[in-house]
């Protein structure tokens, strides 16, 4: 069964015309380059437009190296059976360049439904709707203003997002809204795991940067990735690792797999750092707070913790049951 298509401000269902999805009041939601795009185009997350379109093929699993990070970290976040997803209705939330909607897409027989606010939906749909059209439908679309109907999907994922939304709590319940009594929700995210996490290069200056224009701070890390890079292994060599938090530069030790080739890690760390340092929102959480959100908002919590998914990498994990509307005041938190 698809799911409907709505216009979010009045519920009412969209069909599409030559001129773009209209709603039976006369509001048309165009379509560019090959997305319908419900919410405005000019937002908060520009940044990532930028970002996925330039960086498009980078982070997507391929043949060539084998790693398959994307669909290890997929069924590591979700447990789900990928058999068991033939013929199910997903809601992916903020795809970027759709790394994991191409597993979805290659791997299952699931169908998919997927948004982002931004216009990294032109990366993700030159990347993924060849794969199977039938089953992917793209939206450009905020988190809080989803074209579908309340309780319509069977899953709802959301990797590497929530931290970059303003109300992190208001997100997990528009994810659980979405889902139907039953349907299973898993979230990851930028867990905080310490008095000392915001003790970081990052949060002292990502108020000057975000505040950058996006290619003035694109060409500055640029130019500076390949001494930084120096300097944040020569630590980690001369075993002052810790030394790294203090440099304006992502996680390169720790966040990438170690079979990078140079190039690769050039290219993920001017990525990544940008992905740092440019966006409006990053607001980290304990994983036992996004757990408690769940709760309130009406999911039973199935795991909350830290998944490993190879090559020394891992994520904070969230994953729950949304429960039946009549027993959502049951749910203790
Ligand atoms: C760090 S990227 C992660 C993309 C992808 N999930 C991945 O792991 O490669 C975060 C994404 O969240 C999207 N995003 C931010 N705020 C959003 C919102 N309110 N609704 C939907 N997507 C949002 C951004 O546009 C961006 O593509």
Known sequence: MNVSIINPKNNSPLTETDKGL?????????????????????????????????????????????????HRRFFAATHWDQVDLSGKCILEVGSGAGRFSKVVLEKTKAVLYSVDYSDAVTANYKNNNPIAPDRFHLFQASVYEMPFPDNSFDKVFCFGVLQHTPDFDASV??????????????????????????????????????????????????????????????????????????????????????????????????????????????????????????????????????????????ASVVRGIKVGIENADNVGY
Not at 26 to 46: C, H, K, Q, T
Not at 205 to 212: E, F, G, H, Q
Not at 279 to 295: G, T, Y
Request: aromatic share 12%; charged share 25%; hydrophobic share 40%.
């Open 22 to 70: 209209v709603d039976s009041f006369g509001n048309i939601f165009p379509i560019i380059r090959g997305v319908a795009r419900i919410s405005e185009l000019e937002n908060y997350s520009e940044n990532f437009g930028m970002q996925w379109n330039k960086f498009d093929k980078t982070q997507l699993d391929n043949e060539i190296d084998g790693l398959n990070l994307s």
């Open 173 to 314: 319940k528009a994810l659980i809204d979405k889902a139907k009594p039953g349907g299973e929700i898993a979230v990851d995210f930028y867990p905080i795991k310490g008095w000392w996490t915001k003790i970081n290069a990052k949060y002292i200056l990502r108020p000057i940067t975000k505040k950058m224009s996006h290619e003035r701070l694109f060409s500055l890390i640029e130019k500076n990735i390949g001494w930084l890079i120096s300097i944040h292994d020569m630590f980690h060599r001369i075993g002052l690792g810790f030394m790294t938090r203090f440099l304006p530069i992502c996680n390169v030790k720790e966040s990438f797999p170690n079979s990078l080739t140079k190039a690769e890690v050039r290219e993920w760390a001017i990525l990544d750092t940008f992905d740092q340092y440019s966006p409006e929102h990053d607001h980290p959480q304990r994983i036992a707070d996004v757990a408690k959100m769940f709760e309130r908002h009406g999911a039973q919590v199935t795991f909350s913790g830290i998944e490993e998914f190879g090559e020394g990498m891992s």
